[in-house]
């Protein structure tokens, strides 16, 4: 399969290094092309790995494609379909990884009614291998599902949903992982008030977080049935809980996720 990602930036740049990283590894034998106005960013990506092809104009790399990835900026997304959506072939798959652009809208901007179209809802882990990638799509086939999935687990999980449920997914985890990083910025400062330097701080609060997950994932258990274990009656542990709650603590964090629903 010929895969084109068109737009080398932070997204681009993250899936191409995933779908090169599959390919250098033998477990994938796909020809990955990707597109960028500039260089810099396609000689980056070059000179990590040799054998993608880089173009700097689009049509060149989605010309011939079996499945195209735009990962240009929402408001891009017309633009380069408009100058390029001809080459696209009558069944390459069109993927798109910008925010809020339906599944609609990419159908129509594409030109060709019944094309399988998709969503994808990376976050910015995908940098690292480690993305919550949600995806949804439209005139589809369990083939074309499955190519698509693969993709994106080359840089991290992925959960096939409803359209519907894209914007629930983006506040949860495109930007719910900014959520998380003000929690753990929130900790470090607390634990930095209680005596640690702020890099053992950090350090100890990524720590006490990964154990956590294992934890739950281990014992596939329910947040407060390990929180039940931590809090002795009248302890420590009980009264931080119940003076963060105070504080709205919960409250907060719903309302941030709802804000935009
Ligand atoms: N970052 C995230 O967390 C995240 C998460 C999920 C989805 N997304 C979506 O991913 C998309 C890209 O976001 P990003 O953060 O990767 O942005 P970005 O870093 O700015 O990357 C966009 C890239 O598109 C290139 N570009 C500009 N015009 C182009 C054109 N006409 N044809 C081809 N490439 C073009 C830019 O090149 P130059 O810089 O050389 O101009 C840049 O390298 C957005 O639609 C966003 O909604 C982002």
């Known amino acids: 399969m010929k895969i084109a990602i068109i737009g080398a930036g932070n997204m681009g740049g993250a899936i191409a290094r995933g779908i090169a990283g599959a390919i250098a ?52 997304v017309e633009q380069v379909l408009k100058e390029a959506g001809a080459l696209l ?18 159908e129509n901007m594409a030109g060709e009614k019944h094309r399988a179209v998709y969503r994808a809802m990376p ?11 949600f995806v949804a799509g439209k005139n589809t086939t369990p083939e074309s599902d499955e190519a698509v999935k693969a993709i994106f687990e080359n840089v991290g999980t ?10 629930a997914g983006t506040s949860l985890s495109g930007c719910g992982i ?4 003000r929690f753990i910025r929130a900790m470090q400062e607390g634990g930095v008030q209680l005596g640690f330097y702020p890099k053992d701080a950090l350090n100890i609060v990524a720590r006490t977080m990964e154990g956590a997950l294992k934890l739950l994932e281990t014992n596939d258990s329910h947040p407060e049935q390990e929180i039940d274990k ?18 709205g603590f919960t409250n907060a964090v719903i309302q941030g996720l709802t804000r935009n629903s």
């Open 25 to 76: 590894a033998g477990q994938s034998h796909h020809t990955l092309v990707v597109s960028n106005p500039s260089e810099g960013k396609l000689n980056a990506l070059k000179s990590a790995f040799p054998f993608i092809e880089t173009y700097t104009d689009n049509a060149g790399a989605i010309e011939g494609a079996d499945l195209v990835i735009l990962a240009v900026k929402p408001w891009l």
């Open 89 to 106: 072939g009558k069944e390459t798959i069109l993927v798109s990884v910008a925010a809020g652009i339906t599944l609609d809208s990419l």
């Open 123 to 133: 976050n910015t882990a995908a940098a690292v291998g480690r993305s919550m990638t």
């Open 158 to 167: 992925v959960m096939m949903i409803e359209e519907r449920l894209m914007a």
């Open 178 to 181: 900014a959520y998380i990083f």
């Open 230 to 247: 931590v809090t002795t009656p009248g302890g420590l542990t009980i009264k931080g809980l119940n003076t963060m709650e105070q504080a």
